[in-house]
């Protein structure tokens, strides 16, 4: 099995037990990163924009939320709204913003709960998809020529690694 830690990118294909193994991995490193920070290190501003590291776990289980929606959508043979219902892609600055608002006064175990059930339900999501639902291009003409595992894992592994890389770095300076 190939090392994920230096891919950056997502492949157009991808096995469902690959992909599975990529999220697990990724997930892995990123609750090691947090594992032995404090609910005052976890909640204290030390990631850009002013944001903690317990926003940017609720900044990755709103996105992996979304995810799940749009695959939930696609095999009931509708077409997703993404990012979701009433914001365009040019509005993603304010969606995350926004995320971080409503979540900033909750404490670190809140978020680490509905994190881990949002991260239950995603796998769950993926788990009933078929080789031809992640790989086939065409599956879903929402997706515009590119595979569903390519939005799967870059809502999920890439994103996660994206973040524990940042996550990481802050809590060096600590």
């Known amino acids: 099995m190939s090392d994920t830690t230096n891919e950056p990118f997502v492949p157009m294909q991808l096995s469902k037990a690959e992909l599975l193994e990529r999220i697990q991995r990724s997930w892995a490193d990123l609750e090691q990163a947090i594992a032995q920070l404090s609910e005052a290190q976890l ?17 990755l289980a709103s996105w992996e939320w979304r995810c799940t929606d749009w695959i939930t959508t696609s095999m009931r043979g509708e077409t997703p709204q993404r990012p979701e219902p009433g914001v365009t892609w040019d509005d993603i600055d304010q969606l995350n913003e926004r995320t971080f608002i409503e979540n900033r006064q909750r404490s670190p175990q809140e978020i680490s709960t509905a994190s881990n059930a949002t991260h239950k339900r995603f796998l769950e999501q993926v788990q009933l998809l078929s080789e031809e639902d992640l790989n086939n291009p065409h599956r879903f003409p929402w997706t515009e020529g590119e595979a569903l595992v390519w939005f799967i894992g870059s809502n999920s592994y890439e994103h996660y690694r994206e973040h524990v ?3 990481r770095a802050a809590v060096s300076h600590m």
Request: overall charge negative.
């Open 43 to 59: 909640s204290s501003p030390v990631l850009s924009e002013g944001w903690a590291i317990k926003d940017m776990l609720a900044h």
């Open 165 to 167: 890389e940042q996550i």
